[in-house]
């Protein structure tokens, strides 16, 4: 019995270590400057991915905050939202480079390169998702998910997550990729 009663404490305070709630977390976006959309017949149209698209997945994560909760899926009290950085990452896209029909991949050390661009853009600790692709013809989207301290850059949580798209119209239809990323979440 004590040792039922000792194995339970443990797995109790366990669980409590890797539960701990975040006070505030900055959400910096979603950053594609690194991402392929993969597919040409699926990315028919890369200039209105690029001017449109990228920055209306970002807006829609806020303006549908009850859908996409973030504060739920990474345990934290509040979230702050800074998205100037990621816009203008999104807006140097180049639409010509952006859609390939080649395999594609984004090594681990080139998305955690990323991050420096959000070093000392606030303090506590940020959350950035980086797309490594969305593919039409695998009908899956690959992003990096990582938590990091702002002032320091040093990365505390990343793992790379998939998602199946899912939704009525090209918009909803790669944000329903994003939210199966998010509802994975980092654990």
Known sequence: MKKALLIVSALFLIHNSFAQKLD??????????????????????PAKIQSYYLNVWN?????????YDLAKYYGAAKVKVSLDIVKKANDEVNADELVTDNTYSLSESDAQKEVEKYVGQGNGTGLVYIVEYFSKSEELASVYVIQFDISSGAISKMKKLTGKPNGFGFRNYWLG??????KKRLK
């Open 59 to 67: 807006s829609v994560l806020i303006t549908e905050s009850d859908k």
């Open 24 to 45: 505030e977390i900055t959400w910096f976006g979603i950053d594609f400057s690194q991402a392929k959309m993969v597919g040409s017949a699926g990315f028919t149209e």
């Open 177 to 182: 990729a994003i939210e199966k990323v998010m």
